[in-house]
């Protein structure tokens, strides 16, 4: 079973709407976590990371992380059709510990 | 456009074969790292190097896959002996740091079909 869970599978969001995507992690070690988003055919590059409790944005993305309960969400706003991607959390137990990817969320934005 | 320069893009290999990939990291990257990734998004980390060591690598690495990083050479993963279930793309990525708190630079990947 996947250390790292993502939910939903798929998302399909409203042009301009909110897109609200779900990671949580089963290894109680883990420290940092990673959001990576994958366009089809392309490399995955990074979009957000956050390794404290709390909240922090960029631009049009969120990312919260609760460590108590070793979940994390990125929320995406004001939906766009550039947002079409996999979207892959990852996470790692510490410093020199490779990242430990989820399968990803897949976003599918849609007309209004 | 990907720094994390993979080759080849696409490689086709009958059972029993070998497939090799190559990797040139970002320049003055110290860390590399392969994955695979399957056809339902599932990512395996195989092994990292920090310049020609490795750091980390799974079993499956440890048996049928072989990688190294020389220095002044591409890196690269080969796998000795393919079987269906290797049907994946392979990503290189290279790094700062480690692990943890660095920040993964990929390649496009090798997509490596076994018929």
């Known amino acids: 079973q996947q250390k790292v869970q993502q939910s939903p599978e798929s998302l399909i969001v409203p042009e301009g709407g909110m897109a609200s995507l779900n990671c949580t992690s089963s290894?109680?070690?883990?420290?940092y976590f990673w959001w990576y988003r994958q366009h089809s055919g392309k490399s995955p590059k990074m979009l957000m990371s956050i390794f404290s409790n709390g909240e922090k944005e960029e631009g049009r993305f969120t990312v919260h992380l609760n460590k108590a309960s070793l979940h994390t969400s990125l929320h995406i706003r004001d939906s766009q059709p550039s947002d079409s991607a996999l979207y892959l959390c990852?996470?790692?137990?510490?410093?020199?510990?490779?990242?430990?990817f989820g399968s990803g969320t897949k976003v599918i934005p849609c007309l209004p | 456009n990907s720094k994390v320069i993979q080759t080849p893009r696409y490689l086709v290999k009958g059972q029993g074969q070998k497939a090799k990939m190559r990797c040139i990291p970002e320049?003055?990257?110290?860390?590399v790292f392969w994955y695979q990734q399957n056809k339902n998004n599932e990512f395996k980390f195989l092994i990292n190097?920090?310049?020609?060591?490795?750091?980390?690598q799974i079993d499956m690495t440890e048996k049928r896959f072989s990688a190294e990083c020389p220095s002044n050479s591409p890196c690269s993963l080969e796998i000795q002996s393919s079987e269906a279930g290797d049907s994946a793309l392979y990503l290189c990525a290279s790094s700062l740091s480690k692990g943890g708190t660095g920040q993964l630079y990929f390649g496009e990947g090798s997509k490596l079909t076994v018929l």
């Open positions: 320049k003055g990257h110290p860390v």
């Open positions: 290894d109680r070690n883990v420290d």
């Open positions: 990852a996470a790692s137990e510490g410093f020199a510990s490779a990242l430990t």
């Open positions: 190097f920090q310049n020609q060591e490795v750091l980390q």
